[in-house]
T-cell receptor
């Protein structure tokens, strides 16, 4: 059974701080990894994709992948109130498997 | 690029009626489209996967005779909820995956279905 796990509980961060989200996956053969952002009542929006070990930066977002340890993380620098959303980790093997999501609340 | 649209964005219908939801890839050809359902405060649940020109593959527990999926072209897939009941009220979201190497899925804006 392929699983994608995200640590539970909402994450509250003050505006301007770094939000750190982690995700682990069970299928060692997974090759493609994504982070989606979902605002309440809206559909998921792709914010990052990563395929190789290491870091990938896009604006204030940095995705980190460690295939040996089977985890992928997302850092949000200089967090803004508009970053308040649920962040979904997704892993592809044959199809896209989602974690349950992490709610991020940025406090002004 | 990679824009996916859905129509309608919301629909309210009476119990027993059928509702059709369209999903279109606007600027790329989608060889595979996916249909998800999401209940309030819950995670996305994959309902089915459809490949252009072939029958959809349904996830365990999803009634294929109730949720009819058609993927007749590389830019359009439809989901028809037949004989809808209040328990079918949910947020239905499609996503599309293009041709070539990319396995990235792009999501449509979703359709909120309310069955009275």
């Amino acid at each position: 059974q392929k699983e994608v796990e995200q640590n539970s509980g909402p994450l509250s961060v003050p505006e301007g701080a770094i939000a750190s989200l982690n995700c682990t996956y069970s299928d060692r053969g997974s090759q493609s990894f994504f982070w989606y952002r979902q605002y309440s009542g809206k559909s998921p929006e792709l914010i990052m994709s990563i395929y190789s070990n290491g870091d990938k930066e896009d604006g204030r977002f940095t995705a980190q992948l460690n295939k040996a340890s089977q985890y992928v993380s997302l850092l949000i620098r200089d967090s803004q109130p508009s970053d308040s959303a649920t962040y979904l980790c997704a892993v592809v093997d044959n199809r896209l498997a989602f974690g349950k999501g992490n709610q991020v609340v940025v406090i002004p | 690029g990679a824009v996916v649209s859905q129509h309608p964005s919301w629909v309210i219908c009476k119990s027993g009626t059928s509702v059709k939801i369209e999903c279109r890839s606007l600027d790329f050809q989608a060889t595979t489209m996916f249909w998800y359902r999401q209940f309030p405060k819950q995670s996305l649940m994959l309902m089915a996967t459809s490949n252009e020109g072939s029958k959809a593959t349904y996830e365990q527990g999803v009634e294929k005779d109730k949720f009819l999926i058609n993927h007749a072209s590389l830019t359009l897939s439809t989901l028809t909820v037949t004989s809808a009941h209040p328990e079918d009220s949910s947020f239905y979201i499609c996503s599309a995956r293009g041709q070539g190497r990319t396995d990235t899925q792009y999501f449509g804006p979703g359709t909120r279905l309310t069955v009275l």
